[in-house]
């Protein structure tokens, strides 16, 4: 049987765009950028967008398509018996580590949407609105059920394969995101003293920028560009030989870019506008932002947009991270892709319970001082996609066959633009650029320095 592959380029771009446009981009990039210097955090953030996570997109792409293969296929085809396949295994992990914790805060964004058709914010104050955040996160079956929801709707786009399951999905989803984030960009913008916001959010304010600031961005650039797990490797093996990767991989990064700059757009007018503190993390989202919604006049409406958005965000996330899984057993073992992915979502989604439950009944558990829930994510945020980030960098600068990497930037010369520049600049952020950079990270990362 033909292998599965994307069929269009509007949706292969909105396939990757929405892998990497999610959670990360909605709720953790408005509020880091806000507290780290805004405008200053803003500048460090998109050279390491341009000069570590473009070339390392590039790269994952390379891989892919070259080998038309999951993420460890890929590396065996490419190295035998070396032990290189070994970023592959940690792709692997990395996917159902961060599906696991993903499908959580998705399940909450959903029960949010929830809570805003019902009106349950209505005349509550920060208080109650924090308790009844804590109340769901702490419930032993509630969050639950909307997480085995959130995984049954990624499990069904991944079942039905590329061109019929993730292609078309992201094709109706993208939109569907876009439509939502410029609504509620309109919304906040229009509210009085939306500038105090764009203030917060944009201003540089250079005293904030620390050592940890520009770590903080480097490490998210990875997160929200999907890379270091094989995920673009993954939708890369589904590219056809006519696409141009290198556009490709630039029109995604300024999509998750562009989208990352709406959300705190959005975000921000509104929150200062009602006068809020802006909250950080969760509680931006779950505290700050409810607060705002009842007091805003059809606030409801607003709310349930603003959760579907959140919610749509983070199911073109999800598709992506659970078809590395999938991918990877369909091939190598023959097996029936629904089956596959029927038992690999119950796997996830049973990791996920306990990460569900480590914000409750199970708080006391933790692994190096951490809940299960929060030591899934830094493990994966800290841990595995710079040191896979890392290794694919020096794949692909030292061990890979430079004409492979020629052939797949050039679609084997049908593009000739391609100069001789771009491959030496190429080579160099993947050979000593990123490496280094991406090596202070992962120290930093681990507290070694
Ligand atoms: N890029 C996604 C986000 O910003 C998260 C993600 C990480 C998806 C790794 C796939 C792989 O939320």
Redesign the pocket.
Known sequence: MARDSFKSRLGILAAAAG???????IW?FPHITGTNGGGAFLIVYLVCIVLIGLPIMISEFIIGRSTKKNAIGAFRELAPKTPWSIIGWMGLLCAVV?LSF?GVVAGWCMHYVSNSITNSFAGKSVTELSNMFTSLISSNWLPIIWQLLFMAITGYIVAAGIKNGIEKYSKILMPLMFLLIIILDIRALTLDNAMEGINFLFKPKFNELTLDAVFLALGHAF?????G?G?MLTYGSYINDGENLKSTAVNVSIADTVIALLAGIAIFPAVFSYGIKPDTGAGLAFISLPLVFEQMPFGNIFGILFFSLLAV??LT?SI??LEVIVAYFTEEFNMSRTKVTVFSTLFVSIIGILCSLSNGILKEYTIFGMTFMNFMEYLSANIL?PLGGLLICLFVGYYMDKKIIKDQLRNKGSISSISSTFLVIFLLLVKFISPIAILIVFLKGINLI
């Open positions: 892998s990497a446009i999610g959670l990360g981009n953790r961060i993903y997160f929200t560009l999907s890379l797990m995920t965000a983070a996330s992506s991270i996609l």
